[in-house]
């Protein structure tokens, strides 16, 4: 069965922290995503990559980096959290071309305190 | 500027009757995919359906079937005969050759299915 997994449902964050989300997928795919979900605004891409070590921004890259140092892996990064970064981020993967689906993880609710 | 456009924040359906949700999309590129994910409250995204650009016939899986209008550049989910289990946020995206790997998503419909 063809996976993302990221590696925490939940966090909870103090103001000021740095703080990993980590995504791993097992289908050998080149393009990886993060997005942000809040209600009422959809899913809204943070970051993408489509190759090891390739990052593109996407609508809302401000407060986050990323890196994919593996091509099953790409993480992103809070440097310093803010509790407006309170939301459901999801991770998701895909093969290249326009007929490619997307493959999401499970989400991971993170909560800025 | 907006790539996919859904105009119906919250639909109530019915148990057993058919619903339709509405997808507008833009793009000027000739070559692009559609697709539509449901998301129920547990959170996972689920993938239903996708639709080519240069395909001829809308696609259909089991209840679910795409309507779309090339011409009218809108993409409507349709499902039929509704049931309690389809009560969730549905999702349609857009991929395109000119964005290369980039989806875009609408904001979302929530169906309610009324027993």
């Known amino acids: 069965d063809v996976k993302v997994t990221q590696s925490s449902r939940y966090l909870v964050k103090r103001t000021g922290e740095k703080v990993f989300l980590e995504c791993v997928q097992d289908?050998?795919?080149?393009?990886m995503f993060w997005y942000r979900q809040d209600p009422g605004l959809g899913l809204r891409l943070i970051y993408f990559?489509?190759?090891?070590?390739?990052?593109e921004k996407g609508d809302i890259p401000e407060g986050y980096s990323v890196s994919r140092e593996k091509k099953e892996r790409f993480s992103l990064i809070l440097e310093s959290a803010s509790t407006n970064q309170t939301s459901m981020y999801l991770c998701?993967?895909?093969?290249?071309?326009?007929?490619?689906?997307?493959?999401f993880g499970e989400g991971s609710r993170l909560t800025v305190l | 500027a907006q790539k996919i456009t859904q105009t119906q924040p919250g639909m109530f359906v019915q148990e057993k009757e058919a619903v339709t949700l509405d997808c507008t999309y833009d793009?000027?590129?000739?070559?692009?995919?559609l697709f539509w994910y449901k998301q129920p409250s547990s959170g996972e995204m689920i993938f239903l359906i996708y639709?080519?650009?240069?395909?001829?016939q809308n696609a259909t899986e089991g209840r679910y079937s795409l309507n779309f209008q090339k011409a009218r550049k809108s993409a409507n989910l349709v499902i039929s005969a509704s049931q309690l289990g389809d009560s969730a946020m549905y999702f349609c995206?857009?991929?395109?050759?000119?964005?290369?790997?980039?989806?875009?998503f609408g904001t979302g419909t929530s169906l309610t299915v009324i027993p």
């Open positions: 639709q080519g650009s240069y395909d001829e």
């Open positions: 990559s489509y190759d090891v070590k390739m990052k």
């Open positions: 998701a993967s895909s093969p290249t071309g326009v007929t490619g689906e997307l493959f």
């Open positions: 289908m050998d795919h080149e393009n």
């Open positions: 995206a857009m991929r395109d050759f000119y964005t290369g790997n980039q989806f875009y």
């Open positions: 793009t000027s590129d000739q070559s692009y995919g």
